[in-house]
């Protein structure tokens, strides 16, 4: 049994920080005029208690299920720790979701009460209490009736109930998995989970603090955003804004002017292209100026690094470069951002490189669902670019080398500690398959540590396959790989038990109309993949990019280009841009077999 630190449960992680932090700014919500409300942690407080008293008047007790279908908002969190004080479970599911997944997760989790964003989501599981047993109520946020949340709140207001505090192994959260290689698994995560993994990744981030903004941009119904972003600002704090849309992305960066993000490098990635894109657009005065920019603080930062001094001169002009220069990137991302986390799959090296020159560290970490998420993580004391840094004060990770090739330098990663999740709900053979007899997590993901302790990622044993040569391909590698490249959107590598690898390719169709209009062809997405022009210049330069890293066997030998992207709508991405393999492959099978024919 784990000794967690008090406090050791969400009811009083929420109780302390709000007594500190009362009169702090929490979130910053976008109003119809385009500017920013704003939202304390006493007026949230005031509501949680409201939302909890209405609960306990509909009848939620403890070890009851509390659900959620709505994106990030303050009535998330409002709800949430409503719940946490009833010692009830909390159920998040997205806003983007096929219904049938609403339906299994409702069900599966024993649902008792459910609160959805709008009358459009009401409208699709207003049914749902006439074919599932013990789903008593379904609420709305963005209504006045009196089966609104501001309905709930106002009879929790005139029948106020004091909160029940958890004991750390109480499950406050079940967070089902994306389901990138089956059916969506209930991970059961205690208070204890929840806060050692924000207080033991903060320990090592003291930069953070009530001062810092972030902009909320992954679903808190993930344990990587709910545990280091909303409980984590929440111990500091700190404020959070909220991005609308991916659409939206850079004009609510301009608008809320955040301090500090947590991500993804599908993001980093996509901010890194259009930078490059506006700065070749811009003209070959300014993009040879904005080169100049970038080697000189290249140069500076990689004798820093080293340890030896960059001289005046050197420092004088990295000065006038960046307030020249890159300074003005800094603002095309709010001009207030000194550092990031990101998770999910490693940066690549080079865009992880250019934002640390341009004074926005990023910070790759590791974990999963079901280890709360946190495992690794790298920070400013201890940052290795290209690794999931080091293990976070408390855990254990062992590296099995029993369950890989004989000759293999890495193994399966396995987590002890504090953060490993107590199961998966109703699922007890599902369990065992992961969790061993002495506590250890089999994450399912490869990895070896480096000799000053930072673990590196190598592959995933689910996904990895052998060729009909026998060698092994471990497909997520190459396509992050492949994504890097700017007329790419989107990838998938197959090959399994097949003579040599496939690729299917989503070019990014924006970068595409600008070769279309260089060269005099037509834009549209289905003239452009019958091109030859266009598609032999991506196969090639796909080709010429990974035979820097990657051996023969491992390049595909065909391709097959798509006009549809993988998304989270048509069900081929996660909530957090994870590609669904066995989707994507089911969906493009008579593709895949053409080119093996």
């Given at each position: 049994?784990?000794?967690?630190?008090?406090?050791?449960?969400?009811?009083?992680?929420?109780?302390?920080?709000?007594?500190?932090?009362?009169?702090?700014?929490?979130?910053?919500?976008?109003?119809?005029?385009?500017?920013?409300?704003?939202?304390?942690?006493?007026?949230?407080?005031?509501?949680?208690?409201?939302?909890?008293?209405?609960?306990?008047?509909?009848?939620?007790?403890?070890?009851?299920?509390?659900?959620?279908?709505?994106?990030?908002?303050?009535?998330?969190?409002?709800?949430?720790?409503?719940?946490?004080?009833?010692?009830?479970?909390?159920?998040?599911?997205?806003?983007?979701?096929?219904?049938?997944?609403?339906?299994?997760?409702?069900?599966?989790?024993?649902?008792?009460?459910?609160?959805?964003?709008?009358?459009?989501?009401?409208?699709?599981?207003?049914?749902?209490?006439?074919?599932?047993?013990?789903?008593?109520?379904?609420?709305?946020?963005?209504?006045?009736?009196?089966?609104?949340?501001?309905?709930?709140?106002?009879?929790?207001?005139?029948?106020?109930?004091?909160?029940?505090?958890?004991?750390?192994?109480?499950?406050?959260?079940?967070?089902?998995?994306?389901?990138?290689?089956?059916?969506?698994?209930?991970?059961?995560?205690?208070?204890?989970?929840?806060?050692?993994?924000?207080?033991?990744?903060?320990?090592?981030?003291?930069?953070?603090?009530?001062?810092?903004?972030?902009?909320?941009?992954?679903?808190?119904?993930?344990?990587?955003?709910?545990?280091?972003?909303?409980?984590?600002?929440?111990?500091?704090?700190?404020?959070?804004?909220?991005?609308?849309?991916?659409?939206?992305?850079?004009?609510?960066?301009?608008?809320?002017?955040?301090?500090?993000?947590?991500?993804?490098?599908?993001?980093?990635?996509?901010?890194?292209?259009?930078?490059?894109?506006?700065?070749?657009?811009?003209?070959?005065?300014?993009?040879?100026?904005?080169?100049?920019?970038?080697?000189?603080?290249?140069?500076?930062?990689?004798?820093?690094?080293?340890?030896?001094?960059?001289?005046?001169?050197?420092?004088?002009?990295?000065?006038?470069?960046?307030?020249?220069?890159?300074?003005?990137?800094?603002?095309?991302?709010?001009?207030?951002?000194?550092?990031?986390?990101?998770?999910?799959?490693?940066?690549?090296?080079?865009?992880?490189?250019?934002?640390?020159?341009?004074?926005?560290?990023?910070?790759?970490?590791?974990?999963?669902?079901?280890?709360?998420?946190?495992v690794s993580m790298n920070c400013s004391s201890a940052w290795r670019i290209g690794s999931v840094g080091k293990v976070l004060e408390g855990?254990?990770?062992?590296?099995?080398?029993?369950?890989?090739?004989?000759?293999?330098?890495?193994?399966?990663?396995?987590?002890?500690?504090?953060?490993?999740?107590?199961?998966?709900?109703?699922?007890?053979?599902?369990?065992?398959?992961?969790?061993?007899?002495?506590?250890?997590?089999?994450?399912?993901?490869?990895?070896?540590?480096?000799?000053?302790?930072?673990?590196?990622?190598?592959?995933?044993?689910?996904?990895?396959?052998?060729?009909?040569?026998?060698?092994?391909?471990?497909?997520?590698?190459?396509?992050?790989?492949?994504?890097?490249?700017?007329?790419?959107?989107?990838?998938?590598?197959?090959?399994?038990?097949?003579?040599?690898?496939?690729?299917?390719?989503?070019?990014?169709?924006?970068?595409?109309?600008?070769?279309?209009?260089?060269?005099?062809?037509?834009?549209?997405?289905?003239?452009?993949?019958?091109?030859?022009?266009?598609?032999?210049?991506?196969?090639?330069?796909?080709?010429?990019?990974?035979?820097?890293?990657?051996?023969?066997?491992?390049?595909?030998?065909?391709?097959?280009?798509?006009?549809?992207?993988?998304?989270?709508?048509?069900?081929?991405?996660?909530?957090?841009?994870?590609?669904?393999?066995?989707?994507?492959?089911?969906?493009?099978?008579?593709?895949?077999?053409?080119?093996?024919?």
């Amino acid at each position: 049994m784990w000794t967690y630190e008090k406090p050791d449960n969400l009811v009083e992680w929420w109780q302390e920080s709000e007594k500190k932090f009362r009169d702090n700014i929490l979130f910053w919500v976008h109003n119809d005029a385009g500017g920013l409300d704003s939202m304390s942690y006493g007026e949230i407080d005031r509501r949680i208690n409201n939302a909890r008293g209405g609960l306990a008047r509909l009848g939620v007790e403890p070890g009851d299920s509390v659900g959620i279908i709505a994106a990030n908002r303050p009535e998330w969190a409002v709800l949430a720790f409503a719940t946490y004080g009833r010692k009830a479970r909390y159920i998040p599911m997205y806003e983007k979701e096929l219904v049938a997944t609403w339906k299994y997760i409702i069900a599966d989790s024993g649902l008792k009460f459910l609160l959805v964003s709008s009358p459009e989501v009401y409208e699709k599981v207003k049914h749902f209490p006439e074919e599932i047993p013990g789903l008593e109520n379904i609420y709305l946020i963005d209504s006045e009736g009196k089966n609104s949340l501001s309905a709930l709140e106002n009879d929790g207001a005139a029948n106020p109930v004091q909160p029940l505090i958890p004991g750390p192994d109480d499950i406050a959260v079940l967070i089902y998995t994306s389901g990138t290689t089956g059916a969506p698994k209930g991970v059961l995560l205690s208070h204890g989970n929840l806060t050692y993994c924000s207080r033991a990744g903060y320990r090592i981030y003291p930069e953070l603090t009530e001062n810092q903004v972030g902009l909320s941009m992954l679903p808190w119904a993930h344990s990587y955003a709910l545990s280091g972003e909303l409980n984590n600002w929440i111990q500091f704090g700190g404020s959070l804004g909220f991005m609308r849309d991916v659409q939206t992305l850079g004009d609510d960066l301009r608008l809320v002017r955040p301090t500090y993000l947590v991500s993804v490098p599908r993001v980093f990635n996509k901010i890194y292209d259009g930078i490059q894109a506006k700065m070749t657009d811009a003209g070959e005065t300014k993009k040879a100026l904005f080169d100049k920019a970038c080697q000189i603080a290249r140069q500076r930062n990689e004798l820093v690094e080293q340890g030896r001094s960059p001289g005046l001169w050197l420092n004088i002009k990295h000065r006038f470069f960046d307030k020249a220069v890159l300074s003005k990137v800094r603002e095309a991302m709010g001009g207030r951002v000194t550092g990031a986390l990101t998770a999910s799959a490693a940066m690549n090296k080079e865009i992880a490189l250019f934002f640390y020159d341009i004074g926005i560290p990023i910070y790759d970490c590791y974990g999963l669902t079901e280890t709360a998420p946190a495992v690794s993580m790298n920070c400013s004391s201890a940052w290795r670019i290209g690794s999931v840094g080091k293990v976070l004060e408390g855990q254990k990770v062992a590296i099995d080398k029993s369950v890989v090739e004989e000759d293999a330098g890495d193994g399966e990663i396995v987590v002890y500690g504090p953060n490993v999740m107590k199961g998966y709900h109703n699922q007890p053979e599902a369990t065992k398959e992961v969790i061993m007899a002495d506590g250890g997590f089999r994450t399912g993901d490869r990895g070896m540590f480096d000799q000053d302790g930072f673990l590196w990622i190598t592959g995933r044993i689910k996904e990895q396959y052998k060729l009909s040569n026998g060698k092994y391909v471990f497909p997520a590698v190459l396509e992050e790989e492949i994504k890097l490249l700017a007329p790419v959107a989107n990838a998938t590598i197959y090959g399994e038990g097949k003579p040599y690898n496939v690729c299917l390719v989503v070019p990014d169709f924006e970068a595409a109309a600008r070769w279309a209009e260089k060269n005099g062809a037509s834009a549209a997405p289905g003239d452009l993949i019958a091109n030859p022009a266009f598609t032999e210049m991506i196969e090639n330069e796909i080709t010429r990019h990974l035979k820097k890293t990657f051996g023969g066997y491992e390049i595909p030998k065909k391709f097959k280009f798509l006009t549809e992207d993988f998304s989270v709508e048509n069900g081929m991405l996660t909530q957090t841009m994870k590609l669904k393999r066995k989707e994507v492959i089911k969906n493009y099978q008579n593709e895949i077999e053409n080119m093996y024919g």
